[in-house]
């Protein structure tokens, strides 16, 4: 009788944590999402290009996730993007319902030892990038900094143009630094902007002279400035022209010879600008099933005919090959001496 009862006892046991699992399967694979909200920061003020971005890209991701889950933007602007990622690094659960926007900032940022930082972003779980997203460094047209030769006559007089950034890690600095570099050039960079929009009002009224703007983000927030011609563009940070802007030299063609190593870091960080990352340590399943999605989107027909109208060029970089890639780019200390000297760069 005892054993009778013992069985039984063992079989119910069996039984309920068979349920549990199943549950708990379920709930870590397509289902989980249902009905749930995605928290995706992203580190700047709303009305810029990464904020524009990644509304876009929140607006479409949820479609393509089983369950379709709402997804909510939170701007966290400051520190150039990196207050951002400290919050989904370090206080968000690992659950699969936060993500970020992390740009290139992070890797010139670990490279200069910036304290800020309180992360690994080997550590990251991408989703992927969706956009290409060189650089294009302009100046207002009514400033006597309208052609590189301009500049070099301006600085041996002892003028400089003023260049706004968010920050001295940030792309907005790094760029400016790059061309600087690369033609002998010397620029004003003022930094701490919490955003795009609060450079582009003191291009407008004149308090900054230009600055290195993501092209995407310069097509779907001032296009009209290229069209009126408002502004100068002068460069892009591309190894070859942009088609968006044919007129336009890329650095590649100006650069001397003696750069082309400085032009390769400048290129691999490009492909971390406007990724989107999980937290470590979100279920496996959960991660797979986010960067499907991702990459679907970027195929998804109503996706490209609204980013092709922002002037966006998509370029997906699948999550799995970006976590592949930043971990042999933080182990390679000849580039991560590259980009501490591009920080150091006055």
Same mark, same amino acid.
């Given at each position: 009788?005892?054993?009778?009862?013992?069985?039984?006892?063992?079989?119910?046991?069996?039984?309920?944590?068979?349920?549990?699992?199943?549950?708990?399967?379920?709930?870590?694979?397509?289902?989980f999402?249902?009905?749930k909200?995605?928290?995706?920061?992203?580190?700047?003020?709303?009305?810029?290009?990464?904020?524009?971005?990644?509304?876009?890209?929140?607006?479409?991701?949820?479609?393509?996730?089983?369950?379709?889950?709402?997804?909510?933007?939170?701007?966290?602007?400051? +520190?150039?993007?990196?207050?951002? +990622?400290n919050?989904?690094y370090?206080?968000?659960?690992?659950?699969?319902?936060?993500?970020?926007?992390?740009?290139t900032?992070?890797?010139?940022a670990?490279?200069?030892?910036?304290?800020?930082?309180?992360f690994?972003?080997?550590?990251?779980?991408?989703?992927?990038?969706?956009?290409?997203?060189?650089?294009?460094v302009?100046?207002r047209?009514?400033?006597?900094?309208?052609?590189?030769?301009?500049?070099?006559?301006?600085?041996?007089?002892?003028?400089?143009?003023?260049?706004?950034?968010?920050?001295?890690?940030?792309?907005?600095?790094?760029?400016?630094?790059?061309?600087?570099?690369?033609?002998?050039?010397?620029?004003?960079?003022?930094?701490?902007?919490?955003?795009?929009?609060?450079?582009?009002?003191?291009?407008?009224?004149?308090?900054?002279?230009?600055r290195?703007?993501?092209?995407?983000?310069l097509?779907?927030?001032?296009?009209?400035?290229?069209?009126?011609?408002?502004?100068?563009?002068?460069?892009?940070?591309?190894?070859?022209?942009?088609?968006?802007?044919?007129?336009?030299?890329?650095?590649?063609?100006?650069?001397?010879?003696?750069?082309?190593?400085?032009?390769?870091?400048?290129?691999?960080?490009?492909?971390?600008?406007?990724?989107?990352?999980?937290?470590?340590?979100?279920?496996?399943?959960?991660?797979?099933?986010?960067?499907?999605?991702?990459?679907?989107?970027?195929?998804?027909?109503?996706?490209?005919?609204e980013?092709?109208?922002?002037?966006?060029?998509i370029?997906?970089?699948?999550?799995?090959?970006?976590?592949?890639?930043?971990e042999?780019?933080?182990?390679?200390?000849?580039?991560?001496?590259?980009?501490?000297?591009?920080?150091?760069?006055?």
């Amino acid at each position: 009788m005892k054993t009778v009862c013992l069985r039984q006892i063992f079989f119910l046991v069996f039984l309920s944590g068979l349920l549990v699992a199943s549950s708990l399967h379920a709930q870590s694979g397509k289902n989980f999402f249902e009905g749930k909200t995605i928290s995706y920061l992203v580190g700047s003020t709303s009305g810029g290009g990464s904020d524009l971005t990644a509304r876009l890209v929140g607006r479409h991701l949820e479609r393509q996730i089983p369950g379709k889950p709402r997804i909510d933007i939170i701007n966290k602007p400051g +520190a150039g993007g990196m207050i951002a +990622a400290n919050e989904l690094y370090n206080l968000r659960k690992p659950d699969g319902l936060s993500i970020a926007s992390i740009n290139t900032s992070a890797l010139f940022a670990i490279a200069g030892g910036n304290d800020a930082i309180k992360f690994k972003l080997e550590k990251f779980l991408w989703l992927g990038q969706s956009f290409d997203d060189a650089q294009t460094v302009y100046m207002r047209s009514n400033t006597p900094y309208t052609s590189f030769d301009a500049i070099k006559k301006a600085n041996k007089e002892g003028r400089l143009p003023k260049m706004g950034a968010q920050s001295l890690d940030h792309s907005s600095s790094v760029v400016v630094k790059i061309v600087g570099y690369i033609l002998g050039l010397d620029f004003h960079v003022i930094p701490g902007y919490p955003g795009t929009p609060q450079i582009l009002l003191d291009i407008e009224r004149g308090a900054l002279d230009g600055r290195a703007h993501s092209t995407g983000s310069l097509m779907a927030t001032r296009r009209e400035w290229i069209k009126n011609g408002f502004i100068k563009p002068l460069v892009t940070s591309r190894k070859s022209r942009d088609p968006r802007l044919p007129e336009v030299p890329s650095i590649d063609e100006l650069a001397p010879p003696g750069s082309k190593g400085l032009l390769a870091a400048l290129y691999a960080s490009q492909d971390l600008a406007r990724s989107v990352a999980l937290p470590p340590g979100v279920p496996a399943d959960r991660v797979k099933i986010l960067r499907d999605a991702f990459a679907a989107m970027t195929k998804d027909e109503a996706f490209v005919k609204e980013s092709d109208k922002m002037g966006l060029e998509i370029g997906l970089i699948r999550g799995e090959d970006m976590n592949r890639d930043i971990e042999a780019t933080i182990r390679d200390k000849r580039l991560m001496d590259m980009y501490k000297t591009i920080t150091e760069v006055k």
